[in-house]
């Protein structure tokens, strides 16, 4: 039971990360700069948004051009960040999911001492049931 709770305490703190990111970012970023370290991001991608020009406007208003840094920090977080954040949180609670169904299962001789004899002997048969091929009543 103490290593179901410490995957969920993982879990919610991947979590908690993953919704504070742009705090944790802005800490980075005073960290790296009292370091004496330029805080930004290398920009590996370039692109323009166009939108469609209407009659009473001139053509410089119609391309939007976000900032390089802006591109580049969203690509880091979209692709680095998140992506492999929320890989982490997916596994680990599939896995959390697979252990905690064994531990309810095999809970009689875990902790074959706080059930009563009863509950023993049901939880029992149900090992029993699913393994028949490896146990016997």
């Known amino acids: 039971e103490t290593e179901i709770d410490l995957m969920k305490d993982l879990i919610k703190e991947l979590q908690n990360i993953r919704n504070e990111w742009p705090i944790i970012l802005n800490e980075?970023?005073?960290?790296?700069?009292?370091?004496?370290?330029?805080?930004?991001?290398?920009?590996?991608?370039?692109?323009?948004?166009k939108r469609k020009v209407f009659h009473d406007e001139a053509s410089s208003e119609t391309d939007?051009?976000?900032?390089?840094?802006s591109i580049a920090h969203d690509s880091f977080r979209r692709d680095v960040i998140?992506?492999?954040?929320?890989?982490?949180?997916?596994?680990?609670?599939?896995?959390?999911?697979?252990?905690?169904?064994?531990?309810?299962?095999?809970?009689?001789?875990l902790c074959y001492m706080?059930?009563?004899s009863t509950e023993l002997e049901i939880k029992l048969k149900e090992i029993i049931k699913i393994y028949s091929d490896d146990l016997s009543p």
């Not at 009292?34 to 290398?42: D, K, R």
């Not at 998140?82 to 809970?107: P, V, Y």
């Open 28 to 49: 980075a970023k005073l960290v790296a700069s009292n370091l004496n370290i330029l805080p930004n991001f290398q920009d590996k991608e370039k692109r323009t948004k």
């Open 114 to 116: 706080k059930l009563s």
């Open 64 to 69: 939007i051009q976000p900032s390089t840094e």
């Open 82 to 109: 998140f992506a492999n954040i929320d890989f982490i949180i997916t596994d680990l609670t599939h896995r959390f999911e697979a252990h905690k169904k064994m531990c309810d299962l095999f809970s009689p001789i």
